[in-house]
Nanobody
């Protein structure tokens, strides 16, 4: 099975940028559709973005559209989430997830993913 490790989180001021990385090991990342989710304290885990196995298709949650970009490098077995124009409301633990199943919308629900990383904290100060 694949193992996922997120990195790149931290503290940033509002309006700033961060790039998160998700490194996959154990299996080739190209086998998997990869998603990013986030969870703020007291809230449910929220879909952020997803990218197809080849990288040719992407979908974004409403909070991410126009500000975040998901990408992948299947040679490096890494998926990225570039986050720009960050707001305090973006403060959350960000999780990387993977699935080998096909979904017409690539998968925007947590239950569609089989593998999860431990998350990386993103804190945006006002």
């Amino acid at each position: 099975q694949v193992q996922l490790v997120e990195s790149g989180g931290g503290l940033v001021q509002a309006g700033g940028s961060l790039r998160l990385s998700c490194a996959a090991s154990g299996r080739p990342s190209r086998w998997y559709t990869m998603g990013w989710f986030r969870q703020a304290p007291g809230k449910e885990r929220e879909f952020v973005a997803v990218i197809s196995q080849s990288g040719g298709s992407t979908y974004y949650g409403d909070s991410a559209k126009g500000r975040f970009t998901i990408s992948r490098d299947n040679v490096q077995n890494t998926v990225y989430l570039q986050m720009n124009s960050l707001e305090p409301e973006d403060t959350a633990v960000y999780y990387c997830a993977a699935t080998r199943n096909y979904y017409s919308d690539l998968g925007r629900e947590t239950e569609k993913y089989d593998y999860w990383g431990r998350g990386t904290q993103v804190t945006v100060s006002s």
